[in-house]
């Protein structure tokens, strides 16, 4: 009962008018970002993120949470009428959704992801609602030696198990560890890596790093290559009625409710994103509608269009978004690219996520959770009978469109911090996320490493001095011990895996874009 008058009193916050308006303007912004190819909404919280500091916190925090919601479903509405992921965790509902376009059913592929994205928010949402207790009190049970045993499984999940290469993923995370190491060290006082610039004594600042990276660095990936003709890239038809009919509704509930079961538990594993439930999600799918058609059932549709085939991976995708939240709010660990940057919002606002924020900053976080079935709401009320409308957002020449990104970036990164350091270090690191997309290292490890680079190191500190520098110290408890053997499970076997997956070409051998995050 108390965790239902706490919500009701964040619904009380989360409706008045003003934050209403905050979450239509990120759904809408989020749905328009992920639309837009190589864009996403890691993008578009970093891009937001230097012009809401003056803004009221509980306002800011809902219009981030909806752009993070709101761009997970432009994403796969790319991904359906173009055939271009946002993000690769839309790569999955690209393989089914853009054969279901060609066919002509883009309206129904659309609205299949609509009606997933909704179900997956609303149900992860109220998971991490009624068992934020729960999420407490295992994160009180974490010493030194437990969260850095969580932070090394957030740097190997994103750079060996998430990313495409074991070397380049490992290369991006150790860019991340050497920017977060930049500045005075907090407990010596020592300077590092300044070179001699007193304006790095404070460290690169974490708007600046994703700015750039996400950016910028998409700007010049984009300009470097547009030359080109995209004669590949064709704008699907999507005309008819987006509505399912009641064939097509017997088939997606049960793949909607797969999903589920798939995104909830990996949304509080710090794995990097929704990549590795979405592609669990679609081969199991695939494989039962192989199964039923060797039994005499249905035919089997899967690479003509199979409405299982976008209905599953877009339930596991928001569902992990939503359970993403609760290990950030509940244990200050982003498990994604997104969450990472509102980590660095939460910061900004002099707030660190964790067991403590639900009593220091509970008005904040019942408002944030109510505020998440708001923007679900709005997503399926905006998206369900207009998704056929965001195609036309593609149709703004690319040269007007990331010369208005380059612009908000400069200007964003400059009001935040009104230093020209800034603004030399937003050219130096574009540069650098140009290179990375160039030669396919991902962008997600570079930024999970600059966000829990400090935390890592302070904690290996701290576990280090209470054990007298006895480094058994830091395998002692059950805790560590699980984690660990985790690690070495999961990197043995997608190390398997993906040798397997190599020699016999199968659809887990799908490659990201070397521009997605």
Known sequence: METIALLGGGFAAALTPENLLWAFVGVVLGTAVGVLPGLGSAMAVAL???VTFRLDPTGAFIMFTAVYYGGLFGDSTASILMNTPGNSSAIATAIEGHRMALRGRAPQALATAAVGAFIGAVVSTAVVA??????????LSFGPAEYLALAVFAFVATSAVVAQSMVRGLVALSIGLAV???????????????????SLFEGIDIVTVTVALLALGEVLHVASRFHRRDAGERLVSARGTPWLSPGELRRAVPAWLRGLGFGLPFGAIPAGGSEIPTFLAYGTERKLAGLRARRGGRPDEFGAGAIEGVAAPETAASATAGTAMGALLGLGLPTSATA???????????????????????????ALLASLFVGSVLLLVLNLPFAPLWAKLLLIPKRYLYAGITGFAVLGVYASSHSTTDLWLLIVLGMLGFMMRRYAIPVAPVLIAVILGPLAESELRRALAIGQGDVGVLFAGPITLSVYAVITAAVAAVAVARVRARRRGGPEAVREPAAAP
């Open 48 to 50: 937001l993120l230097p």
């Open 340 to 366: 990472a940057i509102m980590l660095a919002a939460f910061q900004q606002y002099g707030m660190q996520p964790g067991p403590l924020l639900f009593e220091r900053d509970a008005d904040l976080v019942w």
């Open 180 to 198: 977060s190491m930049v500045g005075i060290d907090a407990q010596s006082g020592a300077a590092r890596f300044t070179l001699g610039v007193p």
């Open 130 to 139: 009624f068992f934020s207790e729960t999420i407490i009190a295992v994160a």
